[in-house]
């Protein structure tokens, strides 16, 4: 799908491409990283694409191009895309009610104060709309990481959209609606499980299982064969281990074998954070988002929607670290707002960082993230198996090594 060129042919000085390799190393050798691989690409060609170490230590088996990586978060952005087809179709306008395609929505209140038999909650002040869910603008939250009452309540009632072997969907949607809401939908930033909402949501709109939607509307258009809820045949094997990261090493957290959640029946397809993909795969997705929607013969969305999801729809042109609550990552969200389903770059001044204002991007509970720069033609994708993604401040050094390998 993608040429591999020199560097130097598309702007990019490959000996200081190079200073990513031992970068990668130094994580690996040190105990960080089991493994970890990198690409690229520029204007639509690979400049750089290596990796280090192991997908599974254990038996040894080295990182490579077509491992299988958990790819968590860098789920949302695929179905964000997927959502944003209905949307050009005019099934669904984004300022429209959630409770127009689920009503079990329709009277969620609002968290005041108190907590169980105290608790005070509050109507909803206008409605809980589409535009929301897509910029975690919500009110909703994980339960799993907020420590509020409302967390407390998700935590008590089961409701975990990680639960993809024993759950469905349709259910855990329709039990979330029965907890208040942390915050007024449009008043404050909170990462969240609003994008498995909206795979309900699509879900409903489409009258398809989440997973079948994927597939016709992304995968299938752009040839992404390994991308999806379950591992396929021939993936185990292929299928990388995952981590946590304990006191500066590795603690395993799930191997990479037939009990993994993957490798068994998926009935939950969480679009917060379901998906299994490859390198290759997702540098399909990504760059046909940096091409405006289209890649090779295939388009999955117009060019002026792929504007509108990439432009900042945060109220009041606000950045997150203005409107929100702080986030599971490395990153600072100074300077950063929130499209649909991408995070968008304000002014890289304000989030002291190498990168250009429209930027786009997100990231994965694993460590895995990838950035568009629309300015410099740039993707970039890392991908690595360790848990959580603020363990290491990978992706502002990443960036870092990127950008100063730009020459023209």
């Known amino acids: 799908m993608f040429d591999r060129v020199e560097p130097e042919s598309i702007g990019l000085s490959g000996s200081r491409l190079q200073r990513i390799s031992p970068w990668m190393a130094n994580y690996v050798e040190s105990g960080k990283l089991p493994g970890c691989l ?37 789920t949302k ?28 929505f329709a009277d969620t209140p609002v968290w005041v104060e108190g907590e169980d038999a105290t608790m005070r909650t509050e109507p909803v002040a206008d409605s809980l709309k589409i535009w929301h869910l897509m910029t975690h603008t919500s009110g909703l939250v994980y339960g799993a990481r907020n420590d509020s009452p409302v967390g407390a309540m998700c935590r008590a009632n089961g409701i975990d959209f990680s639960r993809r072997n024993d759950r469905s969907l349709a259910t855990t949607v329709s039990e979330l609606a029965k907890i208040p809401l942390r915050w007024q939908p449009g008043t404050r930033w909170e990462y969240s499980v609003a ?24 995968f299938d258009p752009l040839g992404m064969a390994e991308t999806g809820f379950q591992l396929q045949d021939g993936q185990l094997s292929r299928f990388a281990a995952l981590f946590n990261a304990k006191d500066g090493g590795l603690e395993l957290a799930e191997r990479p074998d037939e009990n993994a959640s993957a490798a068994r029946k998926v009935t939950l397809f969480s679009g917060g954070g379901g ?134």
């Not at 949307?87 to 009503?103: I, S």
């Not at 960082?353 to 993707?379: K, L, Q, R």
Request: some cysteine; aromatic content about 8%; glycine content about 8%.
């Open 38 to 74: 990198a690409a690229v690409l520029r204007r639509g060609k690979i400049a750089y694409l290596d990796g280090h170490g192991m997908a599974d230590p254990e038996t040894e088996k080295p990182i490579a191009e077509d491992t299988v990586f958990r790819i968590y978060s860098m």
């Open 77 to 104: 952005p695929i179905v964000s895309a997927a959502a944003m087809t209905f949307f050009e179709e005019g099934r669904f306008q984004l300022d429209d009610p959630v409770a127009r395609f689920l009503p079990e």
């Open 195 to 218: 994008t498995d909402v909206l795979g309900r949501l699509v879900e409903v709109v489409a009258d398809q299982p989440l997973d079948e939607v994927l597939k016709e509307r992304i």
């Open 275 to 408: 998906l299994v993909s490859t390198m290759g795969d997702y540098l399909k997705f990504a760059e046909a988002v940096r091409r405006k929607g289209a890649l090779g013969d295939a388009r999955i969305l117009g060019r002026r929607t792929v504007e509108l999801m990439t432009m900042n729809h945060l109220p009041g042109n606000s950045d997150m670290a203005g409107m929100g609550t702080p986030v599971h990552s490395e990153t600072s969200y100074e300077g950063i707002g929130f499209g649909l389903g991408f995070s968008v770059v304000l002014d890289p001044a304000t989030a002291k960082a190498a990168c250009s204002t429209g930027e786009h991007a997100w990231g994965g509970a694993a460590s895995t993230a990838f950035w568009i720069d629309p300015v410099e033609d740039v993707v970039v994708v890392f991908m690595t198996q360790v848990l959580p993604s603020s363990s290491y401040p990978i992706r502002r050094e990443l960036r870092s090594l990127v950008y100063q390998a730009i020459i023209d």
